[in-house]
């Protein structure tokens, strides 16, 4: 048995739960590799389709762009990690953005202080700054708003993915925080952004339907 290969950090492909999981090479059987992961169970890896692992992968970096590899064991793994931490938003550069619903509340992860903090950071990241924040969907929002008027140009803001991905709640957040940023002084009458939170249930009731895989599901 190679020393080399005693060391060797790879991809484990088969894994039962979560498909691809780090580990060590213990010993090679042929062209197979016998490789162990943190919990300690073993699993065979075709060696010609081994990945190594980079360790700059296994931290759950903000931006997948930082990874030291681009395969898709390190891309998932990087968000799992992530995930686990409570930590359901990744960036791919500017301005893309994973979500991963969570199906839970995050404390204070849309709190007026995240909303007010996430715009003074966008404003920063917008003067050059490097951000000081975790991204975010209320940062793709800021981001979508300022290029509208430093541009003067209509902006979109793409929101996919599967049922019962997060898909409505993420327009709601992203509504909430757009007519936040353009709300004025307090005068006493209903706010925009509460405005659109109230007709959200009217909408739904019109809209919505249940699914295999929501109970809550936006059919328009």
């Known amino acids: 048995m190679e020393l080399l290969n005693q060391r060797r950090r790879v991809w484990i492909d088969n894994h039962p739960v979560h498909t691809y999981v780090p580990g060590w090479v213990e010993d090679t059987e042929g062209n197979t590799l016998i490789v162990v992961d943190d919990d300690g169970e073993k699993f065979k890896v075709d060696q010609s389709k081994a990945q ?3 360790e700059g992968c296994l931290t759950g970096v903000d931006d997948l762009l930082m990874l030291g590899d681009f395969n898709e ?3 998932l793994h990087n968000i ?3 995930y686990l931490e409570d930590k359901i938003y990744t960036g791919i550069g500017n301005p893309i953005l994973i979500s991963v619903n969570p199906y839970k509340r995050i404390g204070d992860l849309y709190s007026k202080e995240t909303q007010l903090a996430q715009r003074k950071n966008g404003a920063a990241v917008a003067a050059g700054q490097p951000s000081a924040l975790s991204p975010h969907l209320y940062s793709v929002a800021y981001s979508a708003f300022r290029a509208m008027l430093e541009q003067s140009s209509n902006q979109s803001i793409i929101i996919s993915g599967e049922s019962g991905a997060g898909k409505t709640e993420a327009t ?3 509504l909430a925080f757009l007519a936040d940023l353009q709300s004025g002084a ?5 706010s925009i952004e509460q405005q659109v939170l109230d007709a959200n249930p009217v909408l739904e009731a019109f809209g919505n339907a249940k699914t295999v895989r929501n109970d809550n599901s936006s059919r328009f």
Request: hydrophobic content about 40%.
């Open 172 to 174: 709601k957040h992203i």
């Open 73 to 75: 064991a390190a891309l």
């Open 52 to 54: 190594t692992v980079d």
């Open 186 to 190: 307090n005068t006493g009458e209903v």
């Open 80 to 82: 799992r990690v992530r």
